[in-house]
């Protein structure tokens, strides 16, 4: 607001003394005052003479000596009047001054005290809304210049867009952190994978021969296959009544396939059986180890590609928050413009208001003062007076003194006073 009122030219303070003072000593401002006192009829009835003029000066006289020229008589009026108004200063209270007008008549004293104060008013309403006017005018031509500036922005697409790289950059965010999340679980998973695989080779490779195994595994085999004659042996059995010719060829064959298979697996002896806890352990383990091997090849996989993916989000992510900054850069710059845009419009709603509701800054006081200053005699006359009045005061002063002094001063004096007294001889004088 301050840096607006600078560039507005706004007067912040108050007048000065000097500047009230000097109210009524605009040239502007005493030709439109005699030029409303002329105007006004009950102005042609008053007595304008000064406290020290010798003639008598009104209106009429003032016509007369210019001939009923408007611009003399305008200059006459105003040098008579601006000859005894002026504006003087309180000696005792601060801020207070007194309008003086010095003239013959206490009539023409008083009309002049009132219109001089209405016109002082209405000088200052005027001053203040010519100066509110201004700073209006000011205010609508920067506003509109700032407008039109920022016009040829599309503010609305840019704050748009803004707002899409900010929605776009939190569903980025949001992606990566789930990505890193399973990227984590992934990463975990891989590790205890692997450490299940090689330490399920290490115990295969490490606790038993590859021969006892497949001793152990052909017996194993063997007697699977013993079990299963015989099953199927008992099946026949018990499925027919009478066994036909086809059904004891077909026991005739099982019959011989387990007796190979028995002789076969007593052949073996005890080979393969001391290792079968161990090889039902490490067959067991083998078994886990490829299924976890494919799992742990499986995870790599998809490891590498969350790995693959979470770079292109992080790129995205890149992107988006360069592109923003810059969007929000440009925001950043145009900002100051629409702050001081908008000031300006608040303070040219400001001044209208105060526009419409001007008052003046100057109070008058609806009294008079009463304080008299009388008119000045000639010289002349008051030394003549003055001297008449003394000589005559002192010849009564003198006629007391005689009067009062019951004191002798010569022979008369005494004969007058004491008839009965004689006189027998008188002192001589000595010088």
């Keep these: 607001s301050s840096a607006i009122a600078s560039v507005l030219g706004e007067q912040t303070n108050s007048l000065t003394p000097s500047e009230i003072v000097g109210l009524i000593g605009s040239l502007d401002f005493q030709q439109e ?67 003086q007008v010095n003239t013959l008549d206490p009539d023409t004293t008083r009309y002049l005290l009132d219109k001089i104060s209405e016109k002082i008013v209405r000088s200052r309403v005027n001053a203040i809304r010519r100066n509110l006017d201004e700073q209006i005018r000011m205010s609508r031509e920067l506003a509109d210049s700032k407008r039109a500036e920022l016009e040829k922005v599309d503010l609305k697409h840019l704050k748009d867009q803004v707002k899409t790289y900010k929605v776009s950059l939190d569903s980025i965010n949001r992606k990566i952190e789930r990505n890193n999340s399973f990227r984590q679980t992934l990463k975990l998973e891989i590790a205890l994978a692997e450490t299940q695989v090689n330490e399920t080779k290490k115990v295969y ?27 199927d042996i008992a099946a026949i059995r018990s499925v027919s009544d009478s066994i036909s010719s086809q059904d004891n060829v077909i026991l005739a064959q099982l019959r011989d396939e387990l007796k190979k298979a028995k002789k076969e697996l007593s052949s073996m ?149 004491f008839e009965d007294l004689t006189i027998i001889g008188n002192t001589p004088d000595f010088d």
Excluded at 54 to 73: F, H, M, P
Excluded at 363 to 383: A, D, G, H, P
């Design 33 to 99: 005052f005699s030029r409303e006192v002329i105007k006004d009829k009950e102005f042609h009835k008053l007595n304008i003479t000064p406290l020290n003029g010798k003639e008598r000066v009104d209106l009429s006289t003032i016509v007369q000596a210019c001939n009923g020229l408007e611009s003399c008589i305008e200059n006459r009026v105003r040098g008579n009047l601006f000859g005894f108004i002026r504006i003087l200063p309180d000696r005792l209270v601060v801020n207070k001054y007194f309008v």
């Design 205 to 231: 490779k490490d606790n038993i021969e590859a021969d006892k195994l497949l001793t152990f595994q052909k017996r194993q085999r063997l007697e699977l296959k013993v079990k299963k004659y015989e099953e």
């Design 269 to 417: 002896g005890t080979a393969g059986r001391k290792v079968s806890s161990d090889a039902k352990f490490i067959l067991s383990k083998e078994n886990e180890s490829n299924f976890t091997e494919f799992d742990f090849k499986v995870k790599k996989e998809q490891y590498k590609k969350a790995s693959e993916t979470y770079n292109e989000l992080v790129k995205e992510r890149e992107a988006a928050t360069e592109q923003l900054s810059k969007l929000e850069g440009q925001l950043e710059e145009l900002q100051p413009s629409f702050e001081y845009l908008k000031l300006l419009e608040q303070k040219i709603i400001q001044l209208t208001l105060l526009n419409s509701t001007v008052v003046s800054d100057l109070v008058f006081e609806n009294q008079l003062s009463t304080q008299r200053v009388y008119k000045m005699v000639n010289k002349s006359k008051i030394t003549l007076f003055s001297l008449s009045l003394s000589l005559t005061l002192l010849i009564v002063l003198i006629s007391i003194l005689f009067l009062l002094d019951d004191r002798i001063y010569d022979q008369h004096e005494l004969e007058k006073s």
